[in-house]
């Protein structure tokens, strides 16, 4: 049945017999594919009966659906044609994890943060009433969890403005984000999920007592305190926006008439539905800790993981706990992340300290600076991708009162496989600004374990970044230069500045560097802001410089080198190796920095041809 799905319009036309074969057909294509590769496996489960009501009620693409966050739009993509090649999956040159416009038409926006969608809908419905398509309508699908980030609640305000703006907003509510959703609002959708007496009620009075005006409008008198107790719904109604549910999300007929009745309101809609993370396969239903949220490559018959080995994250996670039975002012805190950013160790140690604010960067960075107003010292764990959403809240809310608060970005520098906005290229060009922040790059495990007890121990804003994937091997220092480590001593020709792990690369290269007859002095930082005062000094006595991150070349510590050396008078030549400033396609982590010229051998062609320049005579006009 789903090989000869190849458009919207060949879901329309199947029968309920039909649309059943097909979603079981779904499920399995899901299991297996992600199986193979990994990927957002529970969230996909839990839409295949709403995703396909979606496209037999709407028109796409004339009728955008926009995915918030996007992970759960792989039945979408099977749905619009993209029914072959799950066999390569967030690999290079196959499809991507998230919606994507190279791929697809029905794919109108390429997100991957959360709680963006409400905002894509408000802009679009708005776009096509002023351009006088009063009947198409956008379709925003958005998860309880992405519903706790503030900038959800910011659309709604919006979109409830305008009591004609054609926007159908599914609620896909299954209780989790990546863990189970955290904060008031959860609170608030849990009860709707198994409150419906309200309308009931409200229809047994209104029968009984209609030809009674007085007593009836009495009734309605109470109506907004009656829905206040019986059904929490009213939180939705009070922005005004019309609230349709709750829908059993696994029932595709019920869907569609819920979905069919939005579409014809002609104003903004609420569908609530209630799915189930994971559904359909057991291991999946039966995994506590996120119904299988993004599983690596695993076995489809047990469910089990293939091993991993040893990541940064639990270096991070192990020494954290060691820090929080030394320290009582020690607290954490998640963006609805507590076992991807190994926090659930800490958590586990320290119930009482551990802090879920939901998918709310910013809030997290502000409560931090809350906490450490208070005396404590904060350490907030995200991807390094989504501190761009807290920028301000670091900036004017933790540095301006220079507080010791302590950010820890998973994820930095190139990640891979989830795309272009996962990767963590941006952080360390972004963090030059922020007057007083100091930034620790651990090259290995070891120093994972040494400057992120440097940073808690400071008195001022702090972070320290690592990249995904297995910890590097150690690679212990030879000697120091101010505190910076030196990994490798040679003759001044060239000065390797190697930021984090990068320090790997670099040392690869100075053997092959060796070969051509040009020595390398490989150093690390550890603190790459602020630079410490020794690099002058070291970069005067050679005759190039070279930086290399996994970070963007824009604004990074390159640049920061090259400024200090230009403040200090040292006329040497710098050059900056790092990520390039665009959009990288999906690919594992390794084939993309060799894409980029981050291998040792790159480096190590780059730096000779450099060399060689600056060695030749130089037969200029005047």
């Known amino acids: ?31 297996d594919s992600c199986a193979r590769t990994g990927g957002h496996l529970g969230p996909n489960l839990g839409v295949v009966e709403l995703t396909i009501a979606l496209h037999r009620v ?75 398509d009063d009947e198409r309508t956008v379709v925003a699908v958005i998860g309880d969890g992405a519903l706790t980030g503030g900038m959800a609640w910011e659309a709604l305000n919006n979109i409830a403005e305008t009591d004609d703006l054609r926007v159908v907003i599914v609620v896909n509510d299954n209780g989790r984000s990546y863990s189970p959703t955290i904060g008031g609002l959860g609170r608030h959708l849990a009860s709707l999920r198994v409150t419906r007496r309200y309308e009931d009620m409200l229809e047994y009075f209104k029968g009984k007592l ?78 506590e800790e996120d119904q299988f949220h993004s599983p690596g490559a695993f076995d489809r018959a047990t469910g089990l993981e293939k091993p991993k080995g040893r990541i940064w994250t639990n270096v991070f996670s192990e020494e954290l706990v060691k820090l929080g039975r030394e320290r009582e002012d020690l607290v954490a805190i998640t963006a609805a992340m507590l076992h991807p950013t ?8 320290y119930p009482e300290r551990i802090f879920d604010v939901g998918i709310a960067e910013q809030h997290a960075l502000t409560s931090a600076a809350g906490l450490a107003l208070g005396g404590l010292h904060p350490v907030v764990a995200v991807y390094a991708t989504f501190l761009n959403r807290a920028f301000d809240q670091l ?19 190139v990640t891979g496989d989830d795309g272009a906005s996962h990767n963590g290229m941006w952080d360390l060009s972004i963090l030059q600004v922020v007057p007083g922040l100091e930034i620790a790059v651990p090259r290995d495990g070891e120093r994972v374990r040494e400057l992120l007890r440097e940073a808690v121990a400071k008195d001022v804003p702090t972070v320290l970044r690592f990249p995904k994937g297995p910890v590097a091997e150690t690679l212990e220092a030879v000697g120091k230069l ?57 970069a005067g006595a050679h005759k190039l410089v ?77």
């Open 482 to 538: 101010g505190e910076m480590d030196v990994l490798r001593a040679g003759d001044p020709d060239v000065l390797l500045v190697a930021v984090g792990p990068m320090a790997h690369a670099a040392m690869e290269a100075a053997v092959l560097l060796d070969a051509q007859g040009i020595s390398a002095t490989v150093v690390d930082p550890r603190w790459v802001k602020p630079l410490d005062p020794a690099l002058v000094l070291a």
């Open 1 to 31: 049945m789903l090989a000869s799905v190849r458009g919207p319009h060949d879901v329309k036309r199947l029968d309920v017999e039909e649309l059943a074969t097909l979603a079981a057909e779904i499920r399995d294509l899901l299991v």
């Open 58 to 132: 709407f028109d796409s693409p004339r009728d955008p659906i926009i995915w918030d966050t996007g992970h759960q739009a792989y039945v979408h993509k099977m749905l619009t044609g993209r029914t072959t090649g799950w066999d390569r999956l967030k690999q290079e040159g196959g499809l991507s994890g998230y919606p994507s416009q190279a791929e697809s038409e029905h794919d109108f926006v390429e997100n991957s943060h959360a709680s963006t969608a409400l905002s894509y809908a408000d802009g679009l419905a708005k776009a096509f009433r002023l351009r006088g």
């Open 546 to 622: 070279a930086v290399v991150e996994d970070n963007g070349r824009v604004g990074g510590v390159g640049d920061a080198v090259a400024r200090m050396l230009r403040d200090a008078d040292v006329d040497v030549p710098v050059r900056t190796f790092g990520i390039p400033q665009r959009f990288l396609d999906h690919a594992k982590r390794a084939a993309i920095l060799g894409q980029i010229g981050l291998t040792g051998q790159d480096l190590a062609r780059e730096i000779t041809e450099a060399v060689a320049r600056r060695s030749a005579p130089i037969d200029a006009p005047r």
């Open 210 to 287: 209609e030809n009674v005006p007085l007593v009836y409008d009495a009734l309605h008198g109470f109506k907004k305190g009656v829905k206040d107790i019986v059904s929490p719904q009213v939180m939705f109604e009070d922005l005004g926006l019309k609230y349709v549910g709750p829908i059993d999300g696994h029932d595709e007929q019920a869907m569609e008439a819920a979905l069919r009745k939005a579409r014809d309101f002609g104003g903004p809609v609420i569908v609530h539905t209630l799915t189930q993370k994971g559904r359909g396969y057991a291991p999946a239903e039966n995994h």
């Open 395 to 413: 900036l004017m809310d933790v540095a301006l009162h220079k507080l010791p608060v302590t950010v820890v970005l998973d994820r930095a520098g």
């Open 342 to 349: 190994g926090l659930n160790e800490f958590a586990a140690a």
